[in-house]
Structure formats: C-alpha cells, structure tokens
C-alpha cells in the first residue's frame, strides 16, 4: 500500500511540473487540460487566464466549463457556476449548451435573470 501511495505521489508531482513547464513554455491549452485531468481546476484556472488572446482564453475557459459539468453532473451545478461565473470572463448564455440535461431550471434560474 505504502509504494503505491508514494508512485502516486510521484505521478502526481510529475504532472504538476509538466502543467507549469508547459506554462512556461506558452503552451496554455496543454497545461489546462493536464490540469483538468489531475481535477485540479484551481491550476487550470491560472493557465486558462495566461493567454493575451481573449478567443483562446475564452477557448480554455470553455474546457474548463466543460470538464465541471461533466464531472459534478447535476448534483453541483450551482457550484459550478458560480466557480466559472467569479473566475472567467464567460457568460451564462455561452454556457447553455454545455449544461447537464438533467440540471433544473431552478438551478440556472439565478444565473439566467
């Protein structure tokens, strides 16, 4: 158990050093969706708001957008929301077609008005 833990410590770090090497390298869509792999959207958050080119910030935000929905289902929808709402420049509307199926309008009511 112990050498698992510490192969997957390992990994872990690993790939943390690859999203911020990609990072420096400009390559920020490799480094968001690393990060979004690793679940760990606070790192792609930074990465998603690195680009000086609006289109492909907008572009990685929507990953982003994305990857929670498909994650959290419709059980954290509002989380999700307002995590992408105080962290990007992306609007309700550009996320209507990303919403889960199941999500209830009450849920995006808020949101929405």
Same mark, same amino acid.
């Given at each position: 158990m112990k050498k698992r833990s510490?192969?997957?410590k390992k990994i872990n770090c690993l790939r943390k050093a690859?999203?911020?090497?990609?990072?420096i390298?400009?390559?920020? =869509?490799?480094?968001?969706?690393?990060a979004l792999i690793c679940n760990d959207t606070s790192?792609?958050?930074?990465?998603?708001? &690195?680009?000086?080119d609006k289109k492909v910030t907008r572009e990685l935000w929507m990953k982003i957008a994305k990857h929670l929905f498909n994650n959290t289902?419709?059980?954290?929808?509002?989380? =999700?929301?307002?995590?992408?709402?105080?962290?990007s420049k992306l609007k309700v509307e550009d996320?209507?077609?990303?919403?889960? &199926?199941?999500?209830q309008v009450e849920e995006m009511k808020q949101h929405l008005c």
């Open positions: 510490k192969l997957t690859q999203i911020i090497l990609y990072g390298l400009n390559v920020h =869509s490799k480094s968001v969706e690393l790192l792609a958050k930074i990465y998603a708001n &690195k680009p000086m289902g419709t059980q954290n929808v509002q989380q =999700s929301l307002d995590f992408i709402r105080q962290n996320l209507l077609e990303e919403f889960p &199926k199941e999500a």
